[in-house]
T-cell receptor, first 113, second 109 residues
Framework: DVKVTQSSRYLVKRTGEKVFLECVQD?????MFWYRQDPGLGLRLIYF???????EKGDIPEGYSVSREKKERFSLILESASTNQTSMYLCASSLGGINEKLFFGSGTQLSVL | QQQVKQSPQSLIVQKGGISIINCAYENTAFDYFPWYQQFPGKGPALLIAIRPDVSEKKEGRFTISFNKSAKQFSLHIMDSQPGDSATYFC????????FGEGTQLTVNP
């Protein structure tokens, strides 16, 4: 089975801190994604990457950046955390193609105080 | 701008009943419609998916009904069980996947 591992289950940070969320997949998938999940808003795409060192903005990229230096690892960076970035962050990967099945990690619940 | 609208937000069903979750979309370029199921503490997982060239797809107790002219699709869970209690997300894809708001389903024993 594909495994998508997110480094932290819970994270508490202060406003203005730089925050790194890490995600690793073990199945040599081409595509990796970062979503945030908020009640009543569903899953919203922040950034995605279809190849090493490649990245594309999703629907809500403001305040975030990403890094993909290796195929298996995709990092989400909050340059200066704000309280409105308190959310559940989900990483996902897929093999390739637009409509391939997404495999999600278990999520990181980030609280910004 | 929510391109995929999902309802209801929450749903309570008795064991053995039918659960129905509805989704509507706007973009006629969407050509792939998956449903994801999420249990507490876990990430979403693909449950079932349909393409617009068919009107219905069934996998076990789960059925997607698709109405292309109305731009609507729905998930039916037959003989609902307490183990089906989860959050369900519909989604639609053209160049990228867009998710609905989610439905929290509770199946009472």
């Amino acid at each position: 089975d594909v495994k998508v591992t997110q480094s932290s289950r819970y994270l508490v940070k202060r406003t203005g801190e730089k925050v790194f969320l890490e995600c690793v997949q073990d199945m040599d998938h081409e595509n990796m994604f970062w979503y945030r999940q908020d009640p009543g808003l569903g899953l919203r795409l922040i950034y995605f990457s279809y190849d090493v060192k490649m990245k594309e903005k999703g629907d809500i990229p403001e305040g975030y950046s990403v890094s993909r230096e290796k195929k298996e690892r995709f990092s989400l960076i909050l340059e200066s955390a704000s309280t409105n970035q308190t959310s559940m962050y989900l990483c996902a990967s897929s093999l390739g193609g637009i409509n391939e099945k997404l495999f999600f990690g278990s999520g990181t619940q980030l609280s910004v105080l | 701008q929510q391109q995929v609208k999902q309802s209801p937000q929450s749903l309570i069903v008795q064991k053995g009943g039918i659960s129905i979750i509805n989704c509507a979309y706007e973009n006629t370029a969407f050509d792939y419609f998956p449903w994801y199921q999420q249990f507490p503490g876990k990430g979403p997982a693909l449950l079932i998916a349909i393409r617009p060239d068919v009107s219905e797809k069934k996998e076990g107790r789960f059925t997607i009904s698709f109405n292309k002219s109305a731009k609507q699709f729905s998930l039916h869970i037959m003989d609902s069980q307490p183990g089906d209690s989860a959050t369900y997300f519909c989604a639609a894809s053209g160049s990228r996947l867009t998710f609905g708001e989610g439905t929290q389903l509770t199946v009472n024993p």
